[in-house]
């Protein structure tokens, strides 16, 4: 079983659509939560942190359950500037900073 | 500009002939690491430095070496690449901060084809 799993995808969601991605991490020591974003072929960038509390930014809503080992996040009324691959990033942090990444879940936003 | 430089974007080799990818950060992070991305396998880490002189295996090191001799460059060196090494490489830089804060810097990326 992989470490950090994620929807398989992809996601093709007209404009103005809601999408919820999902995450599983099997390391029930893990310390910290992201959600990232990667355009084809390039850096990935830092979209939101995840808190246990829940948390949201604009149309971003990233939630968390620590018992469940299970992670969100939900994009409210789809851009067209959306799509690209979410990454799903979980820190071990086994006496340092160990991030381990999801294989990413693909979405295309459609006109 | 706060930023991660690696170079070069692009590398085509062939087996055997030893490389090094540069990655360089000038936010003073004592985090430094490498990645390599290939298609349905996600980000994989190569090594990690926790600061200078200090460095460690990540999940896939095999093949490969870093050194960290100063805070800002983290080289990946290949010593005799094999074409089971083409991929998307990445750096990325980190402070050691709270838990939940951390936030990664990337570098653009280097794709390496090994013939």
């Known amino acids: 079983r992989k470490e950090v799993e994620q929807d398989p995808g992809p996601f093709n969601v007209p404009e103005g659509a809601t999408v919820a991605f999902n995450c599983t991490y099997s390391?029930?020591?893990?310390?910290?939560f992201f959600w990232y974003r990667q355009d084809c072929r390039k850096e990935p960038k830092l979209l939101m942190s995840?808190?246990?509390s829940g948390n949201e930014d604009g149309r971003f809503t990233a939630q968390l359950n620590r018992a469940s080992q299970y992670i969100s996040l939900l994009i409210r009324d789809s851009k067209l500037s959306d799509s690209a691959t979410y990454l799903c990033?979980?820190?071990?942090?086994?006496?340092?900073?160990?991030?381990?990444f999801g294989p990413g879940t693909r979405l295309s936003v459609l006109p | 500009e706060a930023q991660v430089t690696q170079n070069p974007r692009y590398l085509i080799t062939v087996t055997g002939k030893k490389l090094t990818v540069t990655c360089s950060q000038n936010m003073n992070h004592e985090y430094m690491s490498w990645y390599r991305q290939d298609p349905g396998l996600g980000l994989r880490q190569i090594y990690y430095s926790m600061n200078v002189e200090v460095t460690d295996k990540g999940d896939v090191p095999e093949g490969y070496k870093v050194s960290r001799k100063e805070k800002r460059n983290f080289p990946l060196i290949l010593e005799s690449p094999s074409p089971n090494q083409t991929s998307l490489y990445f750096c990325?830089?980190?402070?050691?901060?709270?838990?939940?804060?951390?936030?990664?810097?990337f570098g653009s990326g280097t794709q390496l084809s090994v013939l």
């Open positions: 990325a830089s980190s402070l050691l901060g709270s838990v939940g804060h951390e936030k990664l810097f």
């Open positions: 990033v979980v820190n071990k942090g086994l006496g340092g900073q160990n991030f381990v």
């Open positions: 390391n029930s020591a893990s310390q910290s």
């Open positions: 995840v808190y246990s």
